[in-house]
């Protein structure tokens, strides 16, 4: 096993798995999808139940094809949009470390995403039994760029917080 190949490998069995238990758990976790429906709400995520769906899909479907190695970079892509997302409506003006709310997880997640654009999903993927091999600048920066343009995109079109609140005045 080559080293990027290895490297490529380990990465995805971290990311993937993980995003996809996110993803699973604003549907099947202690507080189900009413839950994660509620969250997004007090967010500013409008209308709530419709991203509550989306951001629990997306995380599983793009937790499964980093897992599988499938069509790269668009499932960083996905992990680096709904990072972008969740530190500009959960995670902004907390500071850097997640105990205390701060951006450190999503920044870290985003990044891994992006870096595993540029070294390729390796030898031992979906991508490379159909012979694409995607790696290198070209698809980290791609992903980096549809991530954080879908995220713009949304937050423009959907991010409402109630006047007053961090998210709001937190600039």
Same mark, same amino acid.
């Given at each position: 096993?080559?080293?990027?190949?290895?490297?490529?490998? *380990?990465?995805?069995?971290?990311?993937?798995?993980?995003?996809?238990?996110?993803?699973?758990?604003?549907?099947?976790?202690?507080?189900?999808?009413?839950?994660?429906?509620?969250?997004?709400?007090?967010?500013?995520?409008?209308?709530?139940?419709?991203?509550?769906?989306?951001?629990?899909?997306?995380?599983?479907?793009?937790?499964?094809?980093?897992?599988?190695?499938?069509?790269?970079p668009l499932p960083a892509a996905a992990?680096?949009?709904?990072?972008? *997302?969740?530190?500009?409506?959960?995670?902004?003006?907390?500071?850097?470390?997640?105990?205390?709310?701060?951006?450190?997880?999503?920044? *870290?997640?985003?990044?891994?995403? *992006?870096?595993?654009?540029?070294?390729?999903?390796?030898?031992?993927?979906?991508d490379a039994l159909a012979g694409r091999?995607?790696?290198?600048?070209?698809?980290?920066?791609?992903?980096?760029?549809?991530?954080?343009?879908?995220?713009?995109?949304?937050?423009?079109?959907?991010?409402?917080?109630?006047?007053?609140?961090?998210?709001?005045?937190?600039?």
């Amino acid at each position: 096993m080559k080293g990027h190949d290895a490297a490529a490998l *380990v990465l995805r069995a971290t990311l993937g798995p993980m995003l996809f238990a996110h993803g699973w758990n604003k549907v099947a976790g202690p507080g189900g999808l009413g839950g994660t429906t509620a969250w997004f709400d007090a967010l500013g995520l409008k209308p709530a139940e419709v991203h509550a769906r989306m951001a629990a899909g997306t995380e599983m479907a793009a937790g499964v094809g980093i897992a599988l190695g499938a069509a790269s970079p668009l499932p960083a892509a996905a992990a680096v949009g709904l990072m972008t *997302v969740a530190a500009r409506t959960d995670h902004r003006g907390k500071g850097f470390f997640v105990f205390k709310g701060g951006w450190e997880y999503v920044g *870290v997640v985003g990044g891994a995403a *992006v870096a595993l654009a540029a070294l390729g999903n390796g030898r031992y993927s979906l991508d490379a039994l159909a012979g694409r091999r995607r790696a290198g600048a070209k698809p980290a920066l791609l992903a980096a760029a549809l991530g954080t343009a879908s995220a713009a995109a949304l937050l423009a079109v959907c991010y409402r917080p109630e006047p007053g609140t961090p998210q709001e005045t937190d600039d």
